[in-house]
């Protein structure tokens, strides 16, 4: 059974840093594309930051990008999300999440529907 679980959320200042972990087991990480998303209250799930399955071709959105890094530990099935400089609207619960296919050269997924493994989501509040 594939299971992905996030860690590292908490209350942070704006201005502040977090470090999110999602660790995975079930499924050999180097061979699926991994991303992060967010959910506001009363919003969308959106795109945050994601990566190919070698971790050699990143993307992220443009709210967060300078700010934010993904990055990832195959060896470990571990990826993490780097948030620097946080701001009001970056207060969200936070997913992992792993693509519905294998992972295939540099194309790094984006949307929601590529994705078919999600985690439970973990709480990041930032506060002025």
């Known amino acids: 059974q594939v299971q992905l679980v996030e860690s590292g959320g908490g209350l942070v200042q704006a201005g502040g840093s977090l470090r999110l972990s999602c660790s995975a087991s079930?499924?050999?990480?180097?061979?699926?594309?991994m991303g992060w998303f967010r959910q506001a209250p009363g919003k969308e799930r959106e795109f945050v930051a994601g990566m190919n399955g070698s971790g050699g071709n990143t993307h992220y959105a443009d709210f967060v990008k300078g700010r934010f890094t993904i990055s990832g530990d195959n060896a470990k099935n571990l990826v993490f999300l780097q948030m620097n400089s946080l701001r009001l609207e970056d207060t969200a619960v936070y997913y992992c999440?792993?693509?519905?296919?294998?992972?295939?050269?540099?194309?790094?997924?984006?949307?929601?529907?590529?994705?078919?493994?999600w985690g439970q989501g973990t709480q990041v509040t930032v506060s002025s």
């Open positions: 999440a792993s693509s519905a296919y294998r992972s295939i050269g540099s194309y790094t997924p984006t949307t929601r529907n590529e994705y078919a493994l």
């Open positions: 079930g499924r050999t990480f180097g061979n699926y594309a």
